[in-house]
């Protein structure tokens, strides 16, 4: 039976957020999440075996949490919603099966739905929003996913227009915090290093110190229907990484003793510059680039290239609003640099809170609630959780 206001419990473990939302219609009334983020952090990035167990161990806790929370019970609910994908293998089938058990036990509908269409989606419910504004581009940018996508309803018309072709921006924060002997996640600490905190000094890097490369950003590239609006960060980390190397050569090539004060040191065994300054090559030359003048120019070229494209698909669509999500949507500069841009373009810029941003229950529950409402057939039991499901798939 068809509800305006379906009360929706939503269940999402794509990677390593153990996250369940209830909803009303388009009221939130829960987001309850739990991470293993602590957990990955000796490995320098999320473990998918790891972030499986996690979500073994606590969605249990988390269902219930969400219920007594909320002030329903599972008799209360109207349909269930479970990420189907994409996300890692292992952890989707965790909140599937979980999802699976109370569909089975208590009789309720069940939805399996896309998980980059639920970021869009959780603007249904988020409190300072009057709804999800269509049609909108939509850039999502986390760890696992950069995408710009054309939405022009939630639940039938959703276009991919680019993605990544190798790895998300938030991996290439990653693995660059990691080269740099910093710590995960690597979006926030390049963002502190960025902004001088990590060498005490409180001065800013400049964002100018190295020309780091914009992928897939050439005349060429943004002439090809295929790569006008793709990504690719591999470039820009194999230059993070010859500036490093080159750094820690010049250093190494100082007579023991010679470093002026307040150069930055280089450790000798994660060959990482811990702060201040070293040597670093630009241009072909070796000067001093302090770590936060790394870290800036960095940022602002995984920054500048997601801001760019996002305004090419909507000049290019006609399209005059820009919905920002996922985990990287935290970023103050990509957050600031796009508002800018927007601004000066006459594009209306949107974003959600943060904590409905990263990936969360919320979003799982709105966008089943909004399928529910509309009276869509259930996806049933029988159905199987896709590592890489396309974005146009809304409900399997």
Excluded: W
């Excluded at 009360?7 to 999440?33: P, W």
Aim: aromatic share 2%; glycine share 12%; with cysteine.
């Amino acid at each position: 039976m068809t509800r305006a206001e379906p009360l929706v419990l939503g269940i999402e473990t794509s990677c390593d957020e153990t996250g369940v939302g209830i909803v009303r219609g388009r009221t939130l009334l829960t987001n309850t999440v739990a991470t293993s983020m602590d957990e990955h952090v000796r490995f320098g990035g999320v473990v998918p075996e790891v972030a499986s167990r996690a979500h073994v161990q606590s969605i249990g806790p988390m269902i219930e949490k969400a219920l007594a929370d909320a002030g329903v019970t599972l008799d209360d609910l109207d349909a269930l919603a479970v990420t189907a994908g994409p996300g890692l293998s292992g952890a989707l089938m965790v909140g599937a099966a979980a999802a699976k058990g109370l569909a089975a036990s208590t009789g309720l509908p069940l939805y399996g739905i896309n998980h980059l269409a639920a970021h869009v989606a959780v603007d249904l419910v988020a409190p300072d929003s009057p709804g999800l504004h269509t049609p909108t581009i939509a850039l999502l940018v986390s760890g696992g996913h950069t995408e710009i996508l054309r939405i022009g309803d939630i639940v039938d018309d959703i276009e991919l227009l680019g993605a990544t072709i190798d790895d998300a921006a938030g991996e290439a924060f990653d693995k660059t915090a990691r080269l740099l002997g910093l710590d995960y996640p690597g979006g926030p600490s390049i963002s502190r290093a960025a902004a001088g905190l990590l060498d005490e000094s409180g001065v800013p890097g400049d964002p100018t110190a190295v020309r780091f490369p914009r992928g897939l950003s050439t005349k060429k590239d943004l002439r090809d229907p295929e790569r006008r609006f793709s990504f690719s960060f591999s470039g820009l980390k194999t230059a993070a990484l010859r500036t490093v190397t080159a750094a820690e050569a010049a250093v190494s090539a100082q007579p023991t003793g010679t470093s002026a004060a307040g150069e930055a040191s280089v450790s000798g065994t994660s060959g990482a510059i811990s702060s201040g300054t070293a040597g670093a090559s630009t241009a072909g030359s070796v000067g001093a680039l302090r770590l936060a003048d790394i870290a800036a120019s960095f940022e602002e070229a995984v920054v500048d290239v997601l801001v760019r494209k996002t305004l090419l698909a909507c000049a290019d669509t006609g399209i005059d609003h820009v919905l920002l999500g996922g985990g990287v949507a935290a970023n103050a500069r990509l957050r600031e640099r796009l508002a800018e841009r927007c601004e000066a373009v006459g594009v209306t810029l949107r974003v959600p809170p943060l904590d409905l941003c990263t990936d969360n229950g919320a979003m799982v529950a709105a966008l089943g609630a909004e399928i529910a409402a509309r009276g869509s057939a259930a996806s049933g039991l029988g159905f199987g959780v896709l590592s890489s499901l396309e974005v146009d798939d809304v409900l399997v």
